[in-house]
């Protein structure tokens, strides 16, 4: 819930108004969420802190009213990738932007610099480490500056995860212009992120825009893994063929393994990772902002900075460190509002290897403590039989008030629960029997009776747990397993590494005195195909309208004809136009310029540009 502002609600300075701004340079009919009051507060020199998530649209909050008032509007941005692909967009919609960072030559710095002080400029990005030089301060003052927008501001925080110590030195710019109106802005919802950025960009008096951290676009899902390539395989194949999706890993090596896996099986995969040469890094890089459905495959380096908006999946082969990992890394998927998929393939091991990499950090135990936690909290939301997305958004302090979103695999197919209290105290008796010295596949060999060599090595088939649990196979058993080491009564020893022993509260589980509610395992995919696509359309609202009535061909065109033209300009697809635009046109059927015009995303400039090539694209059957 915002704090609403109370800051007086003047007219702009140049008597244009916002929505008028709103649709001639950017192409769209409405605000969306607290963009309204963030936006009239700021163009009435108000400060303030905006807090939503990835694709909430932070960016017209600042780039409206930069618009709106005199002089230019200074905006921070960590990346340089970020500022070339938003400064493209904006001069795509006629919006004179440029960007100051370390990859201009000092001709076309110098250059950038003349038109900033010529008044010339609507909005300039610059990169934070360049912004507090002596020499850009001054510049600054020579300039006519409308605001200051502080983008990604929770790199302010030392404890956060993206820390940069060039923000630290921004408060800079409250000392230096206390009286131009300055924005933060972020997508990481934390208590603690939230006071250091007050602190530190000085807006202890300011209001704070809170929207709900809510992205319902995206379907959670979590799979057990048996076989994680195949798996995910398969959902590319069955539910995301053609889409542009990016598959996150833990290691280097499995990157490369993976991407190759998918790039035999026909899908275009491409491969990214802190080892990999710095030109083909980047290539991929580029190849996978600016082609249609590529799939990237890549360590957690890759991420932050990226904007495209027609990212339709985000796949997790290995399970991230922490809720908020998770939710930033997924967070990815969407931003256009579309319907699109977060898809997780998690099992034992992947308990066992985080636990392992905590333990082995050589980090204070304040710190080991804290870890786990974080880790505890994310098998949770994986081992949960109930709605992910409340579980999800409680975790960050919000109220879902249903019950159940619609959009998670746990709500569109409920998992079946089985008293799980004798298989518990089966499987903790034979953990106990075997001298808590044996990892999982031992374990169930012993359960189910298997004769290994290990078996009559250690006599355990003499014991009385030899072969209690046949009444379930080895697949069934892991998932048992899983479960009772997220829930607690099962723990890996720290020692042997893979060896599972006791916990405390094994011993209530053994007498009986705990009630155990396992869910069974799930196939590999939980939502099937055709069931994932009767209910797009009504279950993300910000969704395009079911694909049944309209013209795939026209789109295709649609799509190429973007393709050439993002490569002729040099700028990635989604800045000649999004997918929601082209999806637009393709539901209008624009047969004249002012029809067009209505389509969402296409402002004046984009008329002017593209109009009556789109419009005989429409006419070509
Ligand atoms: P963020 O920076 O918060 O991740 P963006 O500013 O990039 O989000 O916006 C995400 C997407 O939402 C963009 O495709 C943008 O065009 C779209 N968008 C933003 N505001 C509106 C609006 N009022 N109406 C329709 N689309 C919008
Ligand atoms: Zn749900």
């Not at 003349?114 to 934070?128: H, Q, S």
């Not at 997790?316 to 990992?325: Q, R, Y």
Request: hydrophobic share 40%; charged share 25%; aromatic share 6%.
């Amino acid at each position: 819930m915002p704090v609403s502002s109370t800051a007086p609600q003047t007219a702009p300075e140049n008597g244009r108004d916002a929505l008028s701004v709103l649709h001639s340079v950017f192409g769209l009919s409405g605000f969306r969420g607290a963009q309204e009051q963030i936006v009239s507060h700021v163009t009435a020199g108000g400060n303030c802190l905006v807090l939503m998530p990835t694709g909430g649209g932070k960016s017209l909050c600042y780039q409206l009213p930069a618009l709106l008032r005199q002089g230019c509007g200074i905006v921070v941005s960590p990346l340089i990738a970020l500022m070339r692909d938003q400064v493209a967009g904006l001069i795509e919609s006629g919006v004179n932007a440029a960007a100051l960072n370390s990859s201009l030559t000092p001709q076309e710095a110098s250059e950038v610099e003349r038109r900033l002080i010529a008044g010339d400029l609507d909005l300039l990005y610059v990169a934070p480490e360049r912004l507090v030089t002596p020499r850009c301060l001054s510049l600054l003052t020579q300039a006519n500056v409308a605001l200051f927008a502080i983008d990604e501001a929770h790199c302010v925080s030392q404890w956060g995860h993206d820390f940069r110590p060039e923000y630290v030195a921004l408060s800079v710019i409250a000392e230096r212009f206390p009286d131009v109106p300055r924005i933060a802005l972020t997508a990481t919802a934390d208590e603690l992120t939230r006071k250091e950025i007050v602190e530190r960009l000085q807006l202890t008096d300011a209001p704070q825009f809170v929207s709900s951290f809510d992205r319902p676009n995206i379907r959670y899902e979590i799979v057990d893994k048996r076989n994680a390539v195949s798996q995910l395989k398969e959902f590319i194949r069955e539910r995301h063929a053609g889409d542009a999706g990016v598959v996150y890993c833990l290691s280097r090596n499995r990157v490369e393994e993976v991407a190759t896996a998918l790039s035999d099986a026909g899908i275009p995969a491409l491969p990214y990772h802190a080892g990999l040469d710095g030109a083909l890094r980047s290539r991929n890089q580029d190849r996978f902002l600016n082609e249609d459905g590529i799939v990237i495959v890549a360590t957690v380096a890759f991420g932050m900075g990226i904007d495209k908006p027609d990212v339709r999946f985000v796949a997790h082969l290995d399970l991230p460190k922490s809720i908020e990992a998770y939710y930033q890394e997924t967070g990815r998927a969407g931003r256009d509002g579309k319907p699109s998929a977060a898809w997780m393939a998690y099992g034992l091991q992947d308990i066992v290897q985080q636990r392992r990499m905590i333990d082995e950090s050589g980090a204070s135990d304040e710190f080991k403590r804290v870890s786990v936690g974080k880790l505890d909290a994310l098998v949770g939301l994986a081992e949960t039989a109930h709605c992910r997305r409340k579980r999800l958004l409680a975790y960050f302090g919000e109220t879902l008030r249903d019950e159940s979103c619609g959009n998670c695999d746990n709500c569109v197919s409920p998992p079946r629960l089985r008293d799980g209290k004798v298989l518990a105290q089966k499987l903790l008796s034979c953990v106990y029997r075997t001298g808590q010295r044996f990892g999982a596949m031992h374990l169930i060999d012993v359960l189910i009776g298997r004769l290994t060599e290990k078996v009559t090595q250690f006599g355990h088939d003499k014991l009385t747990v030899f072969g209690i649990g046949r009444e379930l196979n080895e697949k069934q058993w892991r998932t048992v397993l899983r479960q009772l080491v997220a829930m607690g009564h099962l723990q890996s020893d720290s020692e042997a590494f893979g060896a599972l022993k006791l916990t405390e509260s094994s011993r209530a589980v053994l007498r009986g005195e705990t009630d155990i509610w396992l869910r069974e395992e799930t196939p590999g995919t939980r939502i099937r195909a055709s069931r994932a696509k009767s209910r797009r359309g009504d279950l993300a609202p910000a969704a395009s309208a079911p694909q049944g009535d309209v013209d795939p061909e026209l789109r295709t065109r649609l799509r190429a004809w973007r393709s050439d033209i993002a490569r002729e300009r040099g700028v990635p697809a989604y800045v000649v136009l999004h997918d929601a635009t082209i999806d637009g046109i393709v539901r209008a059927w624009p047969t004249t310029l002012d029809e067009l015009r209505n389509v969402p995303g296409i402002g004046d400039k984009k008329l002017e540009h593209y109009g009556e090539e789109l419009l005989r694209l429409v006419r070509t059957r």
